[in-house]
């Protein structure tokens, strides 16, 4: 998500005084997927292909593009600054125009290679597919999205009649040109809404019934498909007088995933964090950071206390994982599987508060993970509450080397001890 709807959208997590962006669970697909999906809704994309082969890539010049001289090479994976990424591989960019006798060559310096952008972290990510697209003449380029308002309390659209740039640098310097237009959930979009939309856009050749009737497409689309964020950069004008979606982002609301399985069967989790994929299948809410001691709480509440009292105590949290009021043992095994599972983590705080969540449940699904994890690193566990004492009795008689605390303070002191050692 670029930097202007962060600012509008984004939730964060205060760790100390650092914040950090929350990882929300909506749906992310990849462009190809949202070209397929806004053209099935009547809005202008550029005809394009995707393909997972050098073998793929001849076929569809073949087929798709016989007649094009040049070609848009695109690569695809979900995470924004791909024109100015670099491959492992050392070649540069991860967008590129190219003739048409050239598109082999650099669809095959794309294809299975990681490509780092600064949106990716240095890991990077695999380029498992690249989209073929036409080269448009374009002769003007705008910004358009529709996002969840808290403020209004429904969806709001922007629009800004420069694109294809940065968007929240020209939101800085030039406030005047963000156009926002908060639409009635109940009324849903008038003829009135739409053309202020197009107002902002401000086309220059495109006609501008047509524009309109683009803009309550989008809105359609948004509405109907469960849209947490419908980004569009550039909202672009062809040199057929055409409005079209040269470029678009979309999110998907996970809550609806029950009533739009088609859109969430396109869910690619080869480009997802591993342990945020293992969390979500266990129903654990996880979201992993840069620290060294990795957090096992119940509570968000809790779990964001506990990241703050660690780095008071000078230690830094390595995770927020959340099990929530009534996990099961099966689950603290899992979430034990996946604070394990990161290389980066030294030590581990497990830090309860027993209500709905039990003391000796936890205390069950710390011994079984120990049976089925080789835990090489210090455990400090808190318990407090429902079934305490059962708790700490199944603790002592498993015969674990674990450091107990008496509250959260001392917890968090004893692991960043235990990290130095």
């Avoid at 550029?46 to 050098?54: F, I, L, T």
């Avoid at 003007?140 to 709001?156: C, H, K, S, V």
Wanted: aromatic share 4%; proline share 3%; glycine share 10%.
């Amino acid at each position: 998500m670029r930097g202007l709807l962060k600012k509008l959208v984004s939730r964060s997590l205060s760790v100390a005084g650092n914040w950090q962006q929350q990882q929300l669970r909506r749906l992310n697909i990849h462009e190809y997927q949202g070209a397929g999906l806004m053209s099935k809704y009547g809005i202008n994309v550029p005809k394009g292909v995707a393909v997972s082969s050098v073998d793929e890539v001849r076929k569809a010049i073949q087929e798709v593009f016989p007649n094009d001289s040049e070609l848009v090479v695109k690569s695809q994976i979900l995470a924004g600054g791909r024109g100015l990424g670099k491959f492992k591989n050392g070649f540069e960019g991860g967008v590129h125009i190219v003739k048409a006798d050239k598109v082999e060559e650099t669809a095959g310096k794309m294809l299975g290679q990681i490509l780092v952008t600064k949106q990716t972290g240095p890991q990077g990510k695999v380029v498992s597919k690249v989209y073929l697209c036409e080269k448009l003449s374009l002769v003007n380029e705008m910004y358009f999205a529709i996002m969840l308002d808290r403020q209004t309390a429904g969806p709001l659209i922007i629009a800004c009649k420069k694109g294809g740039t940065s968007i929240e640098d020209l939101a800085e310097k030039f406030p005047d040109l963000i156009i926002k237009v908060p639409i009635d959930v109940f009324k849903g979009i008038t003829d009135e809404d739409a053309a202020k939309v197009v107002d902002g856009l401000a086309p220059k050749v495109a006609d501008r019934k047509d524009s309109i009737e683009q803009v309550k497409k989008l809105y359609k689309l948004f509405c109907e498909c469960d849209c947490t964020l419908l980004e569009i950069n550039p909202m672009a004008e062809t040199s057929g007088n055409e409005l079209v979606a040269a470029d678009a982002k979309l999110n998907f609301d996970d809550n609806a995933a029950f009533r739009q399985k088609e859109i969430f069967s396109l869910r690619d989790p080869t480009q997802e964090d591993p342990r945020e994929v293992a969390a979500a299948k266990a129903d654990l809410n996880y979201i992993g950071l840069d620290g060294e001691i990795g957090c096992m709480v119940n509570g968000a509440g809790l779990a964001m206390a506990t990241m703050d009292i660690i780095k008071l105590h000078g230690g830094t949290p390595a995770n927020f994982l959340d099990v929530g009021g009534n996990a099961s043992e099966g689950q603290v095994v899992e979430a034990f599987k996946i604070l394990t599972s990161d290389d980066k983590v030294k030590a581990i705080l497990v830090n309860i508060f027993g209500g709905i969540m039990k003391c000796d449940v936890i205390a069950s699904g710390i011994v079984n993970a120990a049976k089925q994890v080789a835990l090489k690193v210090p455990v400090v566990v808190r318990l407090e509450g429902t079934n305490v004492d059962q708790g700490k009795r199944i603790l002592k008689e498993s015969g674990m080397a674990l450091i107990t605390a008496e509250d959260l303070d001392d917890a968090a002191e004893k692991a960043v001890k235990a990290l130095a050692s």
